[in-house]
């Protein structure tokens, strides 16, 4: 699965497990429609491993944690169970880590969908996957929604109150119990970090923003230059980009006098991670024109891009919701004979560039994958720039690395 995309579930008892090469702390959190938490009773982990319809499920260390959601046993009221994950280890971040959620039948242990997020960073904690109704039906969501603040900023954003270390004193006291408010029972805490919210006095502070990843932003400060793996989403006062935009590819021969022959194109994927079309010089227009390719430029010379596609994000069709865009030399020139390559995402109307990443690197290939766009599950899209060489001289063979690389 792609973030963002859905399946319908075919099984009424589905497990998550989540899989990582370090110790993961896996929880689950029942949500209303308002995307809170009634009660402590809805927050699923290791020290509270059984609620209503949903249980947890150590792994021992020896295999991943999991939750198992019974949709037929969740309360009515509850319209979403979400899965989360964090490292084990205090203060270790997702960096370098590739946790797979892998969802499974819950009766017969078959796999129905496995899911990795793309690109983490500093992120401590993950929305990994959200079980959820709709219309009457459940499914299964791919999320990757991250937080910087760990357990905390998950707890926070679905409405359960987080404690607070203490400052040390400066010389030991005796600990003072405040009596209970008379209107508020009295609540044990579940685990040293996370505890049922208090009955405030006043109106309660707005949770804070969850961060969405390192070094993510949006279009809000104007232009944004990205370097290799850095991600923007596509969203500027607050509304997702869904007009035309145009990717322009650009490049130039590292050697004067020579010309350089580059094809740019960019491959549409589903859900799946599955090949829906390509569009290239030989394929100028795909999905019902809501992509369309410039043409070829054989070489390389005059300023300005050299081939640009225009994606028309909001015609997109929903099956679409990964495209990744790529330059490839069908005459076998390495991209150590280029200079200057670079692409830029620009704002179709106005010809504002929004988005830029100059590759500073060069390998001795055939291909380069160069920017991602991956549809988000709340229906924006985000860029993340690549620079990722591969070997392939022609967009057919860059449809598996591409796909692999979503």
């Known amino acids: 699965m792609t973030p963002g995309s859905n399946i319908p579930l075919s099984a009424a008892r589905v497990t998550v497990d989540v899989a990582a090469p370090v110790r993961l ?12 938490v009634r009660s402590d009773d809805d927050f699923i982990f290791y020290n509270q491993p059984t609620g209503p319809g949903v249980t947890y499920r150590s792994g021992g260390g020896t295999a991943p944690d999991s939750i198992t959601v019974d949709t037929s046993a969740v309360p009515p009221g509850i319209e979403k169970i979400v899965v989360t994950a964090s490292p084990d280890a205090a203060g270790q971040t997702f960096q370098g880590i590739e946790p797979t959620a892998t969802i499974r039948n ?27 109704l709709r219309n009457g039906a459940w499914k299964a969501r791919a999320v990757g929604q991250g937080y910087a603040n760990g357990l905390a900023g998950i ?12 400052a040390p004193a400066a010389a030991p006291a005796q600990p003072v119990t405040p009596p209970p408010p008379a209107t508020q ?41 990205l370097q290799k793996n850095q991600t923007v989403s596509l969203v500027k006062g607050g509304r997702p980009l869904l007009s035309q935009v145009k990717m322009g590819l650009g490049w130039e021969p590292a050697y004067r006098g020579k010309d350089i022959d580059l094809d740019a194109s960019v491959i549409a994927y589903g859900p799946q991670r599955n090949h829906v079309d390509s569009c290239y010089f030989g394929k100028l227009s795909i999905v019902g024109g809501a992509i369309k390719h410039s043409g070829d430029n054989l070489t390389g010379e005059g300023g300005g891009d050299d081939e640009v596609i225009v ?7 929903q099956d679409v919701t990964g495209l990744v865009f790529t ?15 670079y692409c830029r995402l620009l704002d179709a109307a106005s010809g504002e560039e929004l988005v830029r990443f100059d590759l500073t690197s060069a390998e001795p290939q055939t291909g380069v994958l160069m920017a991602k766009l991956i549809k988000q599950f709340s229906g924006e899209w985000e860029m993340t720039a690549m620079g990722e060489f591969v070997k392939a001289r022609t967009v057919r ?3 598996k690395p591409a796909a692999k690389a979503l």
């Open 327 to 341: 330059v490839n030399s069908f005459s076998g020139q390495k991209f150590t004979e280029v200079a200057k390559a």
């Open 155 to 166: 707890a926070t954003d679905f409405g359960v109150s987080v404690e607070e270390p203490a």
């Open 106 to 132: 819950g009766d017969d242990n078959s796999v129905l969908a496995t899911f990795t997020p793309p690109q983490l960073g500093a992120e401590t904690a993950l929305v990994i996957v959200e079980v959820y």
């Open 185 to 225: 029972p009295s609540v044990a805490p579940l685990d040293p970090r996370v505890t049922a919210p208090p009955a405030p006095a006043a109106p309660p502070a707005a949770p804070p923003a969850p961060t969405l990843g390192a070094g993510k932003i949006n279009l809000d400060k104007g232009r944004v230059s």
């Open 25 to 36: 702390d896996v929880s689950g959190l029942l949500l209303t429609a308002d995307g809170k």
């Open 311 to 317: 994606v028309d994000l909001g015609r997109l069709p």
């Open 397 to 399: 063979n860059m449809v």
